[in-house]
């Protein structure tokens, strides 16, 4: 079970790693499934190699075990044949395969329920990984909210600074002032032609007007010298 404790002691770790260094959770989340499914590769063959184990003494006690059934049948046969000392020898064969036998048995049955235990911690990581990868797109979608949630919680903050307001309000107040600016100016504009175009058709009159005058003037004037002469005649 050493084995698996150090196992989650180490996703553990390389989860809280990644979790303080990383921006992207669904990269972040990606590869945890992949460190996950690495590690459980290397837990599997940890488990394979204490499988192994456990056969190699089952083989080791049933040969054993065996062995000593055979010394036990030819000792069966010595005794049969009359021939005790040689059913003695056996018997002592027989009695070595056993004590062999007797220390195998403990270590084969203490490796077969850790081995029993290995398997079904690895069912229970494999699972656990499979859920895992179930679940993770389900994280990436809550991150994602979580994260717009951030942003619009820091735009309204950020819109609860009234210092935003206040220079939006002197930009729109400026507008409105170079608007009135412009109008006035239009005005004027239009005040300054028309006291012009005024001017120029009194001008005109004026000038039509000393005109008249001027060629009344020059007509009386040779109506005069003209009756003067007629006069001198």
């Known amino acids: 079970m050493g084995l698996f404790s150090r196992l989650r002691r180490m996703l553990k770790s390389n989860m809280n790693d990644m979790i303080s260094k990383s921006e992207n959770p669904e990269k972040m989340l990606s590869q945890?499934?992949?460190d996950m499914n690495q590690q459980l590769i290397e837990s599997k063959k940890s488990v394979a190699s204490s499988i192994a184990d456990e056969k190699r003494l089952e083989r080791q006690m049933r040969n054993n075990q065996s062995l000593a059934k055979e010394w036990e049948e030819k000792a069966m046969l010595a005794v049969k044949a009359g021939k005790d000392d040689l059913a003695k020898e056996a018997l002592l064969r027989k009695?070595?395969?056993?004590?062999?036998?007797?220390?195998?048995?403990p270590q084969w049955d203490a490796q077969h329920d850790a081995v029993e235990k290995l398997k079904n911690a690895l069912r229970q990581l494999q699972q656990k990984i499979e859920d895992a990868q179930r679940k993770k797109n389900?994280?990436?979608?809550?991150?994602?909210?979580?994260?717009?949630?951030?942003?619009?919680?820091?735009?309204?903050?950020?819109?609860?600074?009234?210092?935003?307001?206040?220079?939006?309000?002197r930009m729109a107040?400026?507008?409105?002032?170079?608007?009135?600016?412009?109008?006035?100016?239009?005005?004027?504009?239009?005040?300054?032609?028309?006291?012009?175009?005024?001017?120029?058709?009194?001008?005109?009159?004026?000038?039509?007007?000393?005109?008249?005058?001027?060629l009344l003037e020059d007509l009386k004037q040779r109506m005069i010298e003209e009756d003067d002469t007629k006069k001198l005649e």
């Open 32 to 34: 945890i499934i992949v």
């Open 95 to 105: 009695q070595g395969y056993d004590n062999l036998y007797n220390q195998y048995k």
């Open 138 to 169: 389900l994280l990436i979608a809550r991150s994602k909210r979580a994260t717009a949630q951030k942003k619009i919680q820091e735009t309204v903050s950020g819109l609860s600074d009234n210092s935003a307001f206040k220079v939006f309000d």
């Open 173 to 214: 107040a400026k507008v409105d002032r170079l608007e009135a600016e412009n109008e006035a100016s239009l005005e004027l504009s239009e005040i300054e032609d028309n006291e012009l175009d005024l001017e120029k058709q009194f001008a005109q009159l004026e000038g039509k007007s000393n005109s008249a005058d001027n």
